[in-house]
C-alpha cells in the first residue's frame, strides 16, 4: 500500500516555471513505476510523464516533452515533475501516481494539486 499526497501547485505566470513534488508513504515506494497525470475541467484525465523505479527510463506526452522534468529520489521517497516554459493550457490539475512494476494499471493516486497558468 502506497499513499500519496501531492505539493508545489499554486499560480504562476505564462513563461514560467513550477515543481510538483509527490511524496510517498510505504517501504516499496522504490519499487513502484510512478507518473503524473493532469486534469481538464469537464475532461477526462490524462498521461503526462512518468518514470521508472530506478529513474532510468522516462516517458512524457508530447504536448510537454521539452518543458516538464519527471525525477525521483527513492531515498526520500518523493517523485518530481519540473514544469517550465509554463503555459496558460498547461492550467490543470495534477495528479501523481504509481503502480507496481509488475502491474499494468496506476493503482495509487494523489489528491491532486492546482496549476493555474495566467496569460
Known amino acids: 500500500q502506497v499513499a500519496l499526497v501531492e505539493s508545489g501547485g499554486g499560480l504562476v505566470q505564462a513563461g514560467g516555471s513550477l515543481r510538483l513534488s509527490c511524496a510517498a508513504s510505504?517501504?516499496?515506494?522504490?519499487?513502484?513505476?510512478m507518473g503524473w497525470f493532469r486534469q481538464f475541467p469537464g475532461k477526462e484525465r490524462e498521461f503526462v510523464a512518468s518514470?521508472?523505479?530506478?529513474?532510468?527510463?522516462?516517458s512524457y506526452a508530447a504536448s510537454v516533452k521539452g518543458r516538464f522534468t519527471i525525477s525521483r529520489d527513492n531515498a526520500k521517497n518523493t517523485v518530481y515533475l519540473q514544469m517550465n516554459s509554463l503555459k496558460s493550457e498547461d492550467t490543470a490539475t495534477y495528479y501523481c501516481a504509481g503502480r507496481p512494476i509488475a502491474v499494468e494499471e496506476y493503482l495509487y493516486w494523489g489528491q491532486g494539486t492546482q496549476v493555474t497558468v495566467s496569460s
Open positions: 510505504g517501504r516499496t515506494f522504490s519499487s513502484y513505476f
Open positions: 518514470i521508472s523505479w530506478r529513474g532510468s527510463r522516462t
